[in-house]
């Protein structure tokens, strides 16, 4: 595949670059792995006493929360960032303290709809109206729709998803997934090398152990070249949870993927059942709608959205 690189500007040093970083990652998760296995017995992973007593590690760690950052650090997301991190609390911290330094400049959860709704207009990312087999939300993705120029907007109509995904979790429910679709992708409507490094970014640090498994649904030959760049920005956890899909050649694949959703509700560009068409007017609807949950969740003071007045939440 390296006969496509040429093609891509600026693409072949920059996946030597970044296969360079590739490298020494692997080499420091190889010691990782070696320190784990002489370790297992004492691995938090299996003993819930070591997790609690972790997790109130961490707890002390961070130290006296106020605001959204209380409302965001609840057991749960103490966990999802020691996971994230290997049970390690001082990693965990460093990762955890980012996250609220982030969402204290970036206010993801103050995004709202009509803001980022233009972005949306091709459906290029939307919620879907179905869960998978363990009830948790899905995004449809369709890189080929990409419709806009803007890094920044394309990169908040993201984080306002990802937002409204975690807040349509049932209770007890931490992960999302993903179905990813390449009708109609190209290398000249791609998403740009900049936008998939911030994307894989905010997720995987602002957002960890939130994804559960991401299905790549019939990418072209090509894009196997945009995959050798864009697989150095994943860590080897996220790396893991993404799964290629060739209907034709690959059957096994697909067999994979219906482990995780009914056929019924699998859309039929995914080789599914499911009769879903994107609906920018009605999507947009109940996007207003879970604006108003958005608020009301946050304890947001009178927070007037499209019209609505929402009430702070009781303390």
Not at 19 to 40: P, Y
Not at 91 to 117: C, D, G, N
Not at 262 to 279: E, R
Request: proline fraction near 6%.
């Amino acid at each position: 595949m390296d006969k496509w690189l040429p093609s891509i500007p600026h693409l072949g040093s920059l996946y030597i670059k970044l296969a360079r970083e590739r490298f020494k990652r692997l080499s420091v998760d190889t010691t990782m792995f070696r320190r784990k296995a002489n370790n297992a017995n004492q691995d938090p992973e299996n003993d819930p006493q070591q997790q609690e007593a972790k997790i109130n590690e961490l707890k002390a760690a961070i130290g006296p929360l106020s605001g959204p950052s209380l409302k965001y650090c609840s057991d749960a997301c103490f966990r999802r960032y020691l996971v994230a991190r290997n049970w390690n609390v001082e990693k965990a911290k460093k990762m955890l303290q980012e996250t609220l330094e982030w969402r204290s400049s970036y206010k993801p959860e103050e995004i709202r709809w009509p803001q980022v709704a233009h972005e949306g207009e091709t459906g290029k990312i939307y919620r879907a109206n179905f869960r998978d087999r363990q009830g948790r939300s899905v995004l449809i993705l369709r890189p080929g729709m990409q419709n806009t120029k803007s890094f920044e907007n394309q990169i908040r109509h993201l984080v306002y998803l990802l937002e409204n995904a975690v807040l349509n979790l049932p209770e007890g429910q931490e992960q999302m997934s993903f179905l990813i679709d390449f009708t109609g992708w190209s290398i000249t409507n791609n998403v740009p090398i900049k936008t998939a490094h911030e994307t894989a970014s905010i997720l995987q640090n602002h957002y960890p152990e939130r994804l559960a498994v991401a299905f790549l649904y019939n990418p072209p030959r090509i894009f196997e070249a945009f995959w050798k760049v864009v697989k150095y920005f994943l860590d080897p956890r996220t790396f893991q949870k993404v799964k290629f899909v060739y209907p034709k050649k690959n059957k096994e694949s697909v067999e994979v993927m219906r482990l995780h959703f009914d056929d019924q509700n699998l859309p039929a560009d995914f080789g599914g059942q499911g009769d879903l068409q994107y609906d920018h007017a009605e999507f947009s609807k109940m996007m207003i709608q879970d604006d108003v949950k958005t608020a009301s969740f946050w304890g947001l003071d009178a927070a007037k959205l499209n019209g609505v007045e929402v009430a702070p939440t009781e303390s």
